[in-house]
């Protein structure tokens, strides 16, 4: 397949278009970047016949994947970390490990984090960085975006200064992004990490910049107690690693959404993770401040915090993506994987068309961009990947689609019709 066609004619011998039901032998016509129409393939060769046809054969092609959560510059740390003990030791171990680390480390990182989303049919990403290293291959790969600027202060004196050196990170990272199909935001990063001031101040700079933003939100039972308590393992253990012996905000009995909502930082513009330990009340709070959510199963088994409450999620309407986190708590960056193991987590509770659609539709929901990307739709850009399975069962399309799917089996990905990746002997 020629690699920069303005025109094209792309079929399959399955179209899963996610808004609509699945297609045998299906296409899709191309046209700078945009889909122009969708439908059988004999129909689009016949009603646009001096266009080019691309026929990608025994081949499932749907819209690109979205890992709506991780953190490119920790690839490196995979295998380093602690499995299966408690959150705050892994957290413990983090910090002390990455005080360690350097730019080379964060750049050889995101270089490889971004090769893996690639090969794995992940067409947009949302990722946090501190380094600002993540930005540079993500736009050299031609992937779509957000990159969220971390920042963390216990310190109530050290607000003002932090929210400035952040304000400078983002117009870094602003001008590192610069002519790419990626975005910047904001990243607060846990209810736990940062001063009330400061939790305010970021509030504040949202609403002014009128930017994106994601949170690690209620992802431990620790981080629970902590906030509402001023007790646990994060009091005696983590705050102290970093040279903190108190609460970094007022102890009142709320919970770490209440918190978030109190600072003002509950909005349609965040993007909560994880949300594991979620009450009904906190719930409620979610739907009415239009809040969007990105779920990691594997990285919350990885860390023994327990499991999302995803069947409720799904039910209340809320925005749900899927994100594989970092490989400091994943054994892996494939959202194939991700599928499946929630498929199982979940059981009957979450079925494998809903999976499929958090991490393609329900991804692109979660980072505002449902308009553009994540289904095959005419009038949406052409962000598409395929997979070499040519069988899928009649009656469960989807879960057949998770019981086959594997990096492995992607051929080419596509953004704004452009290939971004192609599977070493799958040129047509």
Same mark, same amino acid.
């Given at each position: 397949m020629t690699p920069e066609k303005t025109t094209v004619i792309l079929t399959a011998r399955f179209l899963l278009p996610i808004s609509s039901p699945p297609l045998l032998d299906g296409g899709l016509l191309i046209r700078d970047g945009v889909i122009c129409a969708v439908g059988k393939a004999s129909a689009l060769i016949r009603d646009f016949a001096t266009e080019p046809h691309d026929d990608l054969g025994g081949a499932v092609l749907l819209p690109g994947l979205v890992n709506a959560h991780t953190h490119l510059e920790l690839t490196g740390l995979h295998g380093r970390l602690p499995f299966g003990r408690s959150f705050t030791e892994w957290a413990t171990t983090l910090l002390n490990l990455r005080s360690e680390l350097d730019g080379a480390f964060f750049a050889t990182s995101a270089r490889l984090g971004t090769t893996a989303l690639l090969r794995s049919g992940v067409t947009c990403v949302a990722d946090i960085t501190t380094s600002g290293r993540s930005v540079a291959p993500l736009k050299a790969a031609g992937l779509r975006g957000i990159i969220f600027q971390e920042i963390l202060g216990l310190d109530p004196e050290q607000a003002t200064e932090r929210i400035d050196a952040a304000e400078k990170a983002l117009q870094s990272l602003q001008l590192q992004a610069s002519g790419s199909l990626l975005s910047v935001g904001l990243s607060p990063h846990a209810p736990y990490s940062l001063s009330e001031p400061l939790l305010l101040r970021c509030a504040e700079l949202l609403r002014r910049r009128r930017l994106p933003a994601t949170i690690h939100l209620a992802e431990s039972p620790e981080e629970v107690t902590y906030i509402g308590l001023g007790i646990g393992p994060i009091a005696s253990e983590l705050l102290p690693a970093v040279g903190r012996h108190s609460p970094s905000h007022r102890v009142c009995g709320e919970s770490p959404v209440a918190l978030l909502d109190r600072a003002g930082l509950l909005s349609e513009q965040l993007l909560a993770v @994880?949300?594991? @330990?979620?009450? %009904?009340?906190?719930?409620?709070?979610?739907?009415?401040?239009?809040?969007?959510?990105?779920?990691?199963? +594997?990285?919350?088994?990885?860390?023994?915090?327990? *499991?999302? $409450?995803? $069947? +409720?999620?799904? !039910?209340?309407?809320? +925005?749900? %993506?899927?994100? /594989?986190?970092?490989?400091a708590s994943n054994e892996t960056l494939s959202l194939w994987d991700e599928m499946r193991f929630a498929h199982?987590?979940?059981? &009957? #509770?979450? *079925?494998?068309?809903?999976?499929? /659609?958090?991490?393609?539709?329900? &991804?692109? #929901?979660?980072? &505002?961009?449902?308009?553009?990307?994540?289904?095959? *739709? $005419? %009038?949406?850009? !052409?962000?598409? /990947?395929?997979? #070499?399975?040519?069988?899928?069962? =009649? !009656?469960?399309?989807?879960?057949?689609?998770?019981?086959?799917?594997? =990096? &492995?089996?992607?051929v080419l990905s596509m953004v704004e019709g452009k290939i971004v990746y192609q599977r070493e002997g799958a040129e047509r």
């Amino acid at each position: 397949m020629t690699p920069e066609k303005t025109t094209v004619i792309l079929t399959a011998r399955f179209l899963l278009p996610i808004s609509s039901p699945p297609l045998l032998d299906g296409g899709l016509l191309i046209r700078d970047g945009v889909i122009c129409a969708v439908g059988k393939a004999s129909a689009l060769i016949r009603d646009f016949a001096t266009e080019p046809h691309d026929d990608l054969g025994g081949a499932v092609l749907l819209p690109g994947l979205v890992n709506a959560h991780t953190h490119l510059e920790l690839t490196g740390l995979h295998g380093r970390l602690p499995f299966g003990r408690s959150f705050t030791e892994w957290a413990t171990t983090l910090l002390n490990l990455r005080s360690e680390l350097d730019g080379a480390f964060f750049a050889t990182s995101a270089r490889l984090g971004t090769t893996a989303l690639l090969r794995s049919g992940v067409t947009c990403v949302a990722d946090i960085t501190t380094s600002g290293r993540s930005v540079a291959p993500l736009k050299a790969a031609g992937l779509r975006g957000i990159i969220f600027q971390e920042i963390l202060g216990l310190d109530p004196e050290q607000a003002t200064e932090r929210i400035d050196a952040a304000e400078k990170a983002l117009q870094s990272l602003q001008l590192q992004a610069s002519g790419s199909l990626l975005s910047v935001g904001l990243s607060p990063h846990a209810p736990y990490s940062l001063s009330e001031p400061l939790l305010l101040r970021c509030a504040e700079l949202l609403r002014r910049r009128r930017l994106p933003a994601t949170i690690h939100l209620a992802e431990s039972p620790e981080e629970v107690t902590y906030i509402g308590l001023g007790i646990g393992p994060i009091a005696s253990e983590l705050l102290p690693a970093v040279g903190r012996h108190s609460p970094s905000h007022r102890v009142c009995g709320e919970s770490p959404v209440a918190l978030l909502d109190r600072a003002g930082l509950l909005s349609e513009q965040l993007l909560a993770v @994880h949300g594991v @330990h979620v009450g %009904g009340s906190d719930l409620e709070l979610l739907k009415q401040r239009g809040v969007a959510l990105a779920m990691c199963p +594997r990285s919350n088994d990885y860390l023994n915090v327990g *499991t999302a $409450p995803l $069947p +409720r999620y799904l !039910a209340s309407g809320l +925005r749900v %993506g899927l994100g /594989t986190d970092s490989l400091a708590s994943n054994e892996t960056l494939s959202l194939w994987d991700e599928m499946r193991f929630a498929h199982r987590l979940y059981g &009957g #509770a979450v *079925t494998a068309q809903q999976l499929v /659609t958090m991490a393609t539709l329900g &991804g692109a #929901a979660v980072l &505002g961009m449902a308009g553009a990307i994540g289904s095959l *739709t $005419p %009038g949406k850009r !052409a962000d598409l /990947t395929a997979l #070499a399975i040519d069988r899928l069962d =009649d !009656a469960d399309p989807y879960g057949s689609l998770l019981s086959q799917a594997s =990096d &492995g089996l992607v051929v080419l990905s596509m953004v704004e019709g452009k290939i971004v990746y192609q599977r070493e002997g799958a040129e047509r």
